[in-house]
């Protein structure tokens, strides 16, 4: 076996996060949703958030089409130094997506690295391409979000 080479380390921990917009305090414009009653998210050592999936539902999920979406991810600690920010809006980015009818589809491969941290809160922020929230026509939009956390040893 060649030394030389660094082992690829596999996560001593993985938390699954289900985070579901009909479980969220929600703003009137349906862009920001902040997440209350999550059970407690330990941060330790070297660890990247991930987006599993995403899923729209709701009364006016079939006016979501033809729209670019993004989502971004508020009120938790990240290594700033690995994150670059382009949109002059200091929340990163942790998903964009174009969804038509038939499925969504995710643009790009995000990973937040997180600091230690303990959080008991999550608030996420949703706008599309023309600038609205989950709501279009005056009918809801529900999101679905399964976020992933791994840690890997130092």
């Known amino acids: 076996m060649n030394n030389n080479y660094k082992t690829i380390n596999k996560p001593i921990r993985t938390q699954n996060i289900w985070l579901n917009s009909t479980d969220a305090l929600v703003d009137s414009e349906r862009k920001i949703f902040t997440f209350n009653d999550i059970p407690l998210i330990q941060v330790r050592n070297h660890s990247v958030l991930k987006i599993n999936s995403i899923t729209l539902s709701g009364a006016g999920v079939s006016s979501a089409s033809a729209h670019n979406w993004t989502i971004k991810l508020a009120n938790v600690k990240y290594n700033t130094t ?16 174009n ?47 399964g976020l992933t956390i791994c840690e890997y040893e130092e």
């Open 82 to 97: 690995s994150y670059f920010n382009s949109d002059n809006d200091s929340i990163p980015t942790i998903a964009m997506l």
């Open 99 to 145: 969804y038509d009818t038939n499925n969504s589809v995710q643009n790009g491969s995000f990973a937040l690295e997180l600091e230690p941290s303990d959080i008991n809160q999550l608030i996420i922020k949703v706008v599309s391409d023309d600038n609205h929230g989950l709501a279009k026509n005056s009918q809801n939009i529900d999101i679905h979000i």
